[in-house]
């Protein structure tokens, strides 16, 4: 919403605003109380109209009487003929209204009905803004008295970005001559809004028409319209006086802006690219819309047209144009093909794909500034090759974005080899620096590649990389969870709650001690519960101590609000967007459903029971690799206690790929554990066969290290097993152990039924 709106919610009070916590801030604290018996539910009779359901609403909300109020409300949001512009206008004739419905959404029991029924007058807004008979209606009013001029105007202000290819139309419509001079006096009045789709209009054909596109530019002031201005000025095909008006509006710019704005056009555009990347405030779309603008120009219709894309992509698909317009003007501009495909990995990540596949068929949400068919984010980073894809992976790492650094660390992963991967070169670092990445998937896939690499010269923290491959062994889709409350009877509730469904929990009253135990006991920490009555540290002490460390950075925090402290809660959550505030006294489900819920708001990734068992196998099946090549970089040995713990999964194929890389283990717990699995006669007969191979290998690589009883026990097996494919494979195993001459004498004495 913008407008009248956008003021109230930034810093508008009106005097109800501060009387009114007589009557909605002093019922606030006592939220859950009933209304008082004298209350009686208003008439809501079917003759009533949206104007009157309104006022109704407001006077019983102004007067402490909200049942009367949120019925009023619910009426009107039900009302037949509700249209968002009547009420706009019905709650324009209200100078508080707007006050009133902000009060009510933040300190109120109906808080939910006011914030549906402001949604309806934005919507109103938003429909008026754009509604082009309307901005026709002003455009024709310009040429009006100057009374009417000035009305006109001050609308299509109001209309913003939409008035601009009306009033494009205009001027290149010679019907319409008598009234160019004052769409020319009106064009920079638009302001910011008109900015995007004005540096679109300088493709227009026409250099009059694009001079004064020029001069509204420079005279609104805005930096973003200087690489454009530069790109017309640097252009061969344009004429000097256009060049000249190029010029003087970007020295305009600058004067109004208090410096200046050095560089050739491409650097400018790559520049912007970043803002846009960055979503610096100064760029972004409106993040109370769900819906945002991008402007084309079509040189068939020669006019403008906005094509709508998700705000929460908006910036992406900027970026990515202002990087195509530097390439088109640079094409060796190396930082702007780096940040493209970091924008098209952030884009496909927001729109809900899976950075990580390059499967054409996936559908995310629809991208309408892309064709329908238009290839992966994956396809372009692998094709760009690895350098691009470290300068990728770079960005993920400094702005910690989990989908960034996922989608490059896969491209790095199909693409490249050892000297790419790992090096002294400093576009060489990122993957290395990955494996200390907040983000636990991160750090297993950045291990993966690191490992497949199988260098032949240590790196930085290449000591990690068994240890995360360790302890992907034995990944679950259950989390990791830090609770810390000083009251121990909640404590243990909470304890209690989210450990419901596996999740591996940890509670302790003092948030070192529980920050500490995290560190040894929570290796794949997912989250923490943060009470609001701590002390020393207080909350906000230790929500600002764990950004500072760079593993809790960006740790979804749950707070857990207790009586009283609604108004600190609520402040830890709007300055840190991490952090989610609940009810100290939510049951299971809610608790859940808060941590999940900022969980995804800080972009981590989700590793579920399928995934954890795919990481697992690949862990395992790295780690054979590894033993398999005799480098020596990573020292295999480190990761036996994970290898033997998989010989318990259920799942066949990690136990029998864990078997395989024990055997090449030289001690004798790897060769012991292998047997224990071969020589259980509860293990089903596919997994005895092949750890029975297993065996045999560790017995021919290390010679025997079995215990004595577990030789016995072979023994027994390949004398009297009834089922001939297990004693042929027990009896390879025994071979290789180099059996005494008496136990060969059993054997073939146990064939003639001795």
Known sequence: MVGRFLAIRTGRCSVWCLAGILAVGAVAPVAGQASTPQEKKPAAAP?????????????????????????????????????????????????????????????????????????????????????????????????????????????????????VPHLMDALLDAKQQDIWPRIITALPQLGKAAVNPLVMALHVDNEDVRQNVIQALGAIGYPQAVPYLRKVAGLSNVPPETKDAAAAAIKRIETTIGRDVPGESAELFYRLAEQYFNEDDSVRADPRLDQANTWYWDAKTRGLNPIVVPTKIYGQVMAMRC??????????????????????VRRESKLGMNVESGDPNEQGEADATRPDVFPRALYATQAAGPRYAHLVLDRALRAQDTALALGAVEALRATAG????????????????????????????????????????????SEF??????????????????????????????????????????????????????????????????????TDPGPAEA???????FLFAKTPVVVLTKRTHGALADDLAKNDPFVQAVNAQAEAAELTEAFQSVRTRAGHARIDDQLAKSLALEAVRTLGRIANSGRTVYDVTAAAPALIGAL????????????????????????????????NEKTTKPIRMATFASLAESART??????????????????????LELRTAASQ????????????SEIIRSLRGE
């Open 418 to 461: 050892e000297s790419s991967l790992i090096g002294n070169e400093d576009y060489k670092q990122p993957l290395a620096q990955c494996l200390r990445f907040p983000d636990k998937l991160v750090r297993i896939r950045a291990a993966l590649a690191l490992a497949a690499a199988l260098p032949k010269t240590h790196f930085a923290d």
């Open 543 to 549: 929500l600002s101590w764990l950004r500072k460390e």
């Open 465 to 534: 990389v068994v240890p995360l491959l360790a302890g992907t062994i034995a990944l679950s889709g259950n989390e990791q969870l830090l609770v810390v409350d000083p009251n121990q009877e909640n404590l243990n509730r909470v304890v209690s709650g989210v450990r419901q469904g596996g999740n591996e929990v940890v509670g302790e009253t003092s948030f070192f001690r529980g920050v500490e135990r995290a560190r040894t006991e929570l290796p794949s920490l997912a989250g923490i519960f943060l009470a609001t009555d701590l």
């Open 702 to 723: 290390h010679g025997p290290m079995l215990e004595d009883a577990q030789v016995t026990t072979l023994l027994a097996i390949v004398r009297n097993e009834k089922d």
């Open 323 to 344: 990087c195509e317009e530097a390439l088109t003007l640079r094409r060796d501009h190396q930082g702007a093909i780096g940040l493209w495909l970091a924008s098209n």
């Open 648 to 679: 318990a999964s259920p799942d066949e194929k990690l136990l029998t790929s864990a078997a395989e890389v024990l055997a090449m283990a030289p001690t004798p717990q790897a060769q012991r554990a292998i047997a224990y699995v071969a020589l």
């Open 733 to 744: 195993a025994l071979g290789a152990l180099n059996v005494k001459t008496e136990e060969a």
């Open 47 to 163: 003759e009533q109209s949206v104007e009157e359901l309104f006022a109704d609403f407001i006077h019983y909300a102004k007067i402490g009487r909200f049942t009367a109020a949120d019925s009023a409300a619910k009426t009107l949001l039900s009302h037949p003929a509700l249209k968002p512009e009547e009420l706009l206008d019905v709650s324009a004739r209200d100078r508080d209204s707007m006050d009133t419905l902000l009060t009510l959404i933040a300190h109120s029991t109906i808080g939910e009905s006011a914030k549906r029924v402001l949604e309806v007058i934005e919507k109103g807004e938003y429909l008026r803004r754009k509604d082009p008979r309307r901005i026709r209606v002003n455009i024709q009013n310009l040429g009006g008295h100057p009374q009417a001029m000035a009305i006109a105007i001050s609308r299509l202000k109001d209309s913003g970005e939409y008035a």
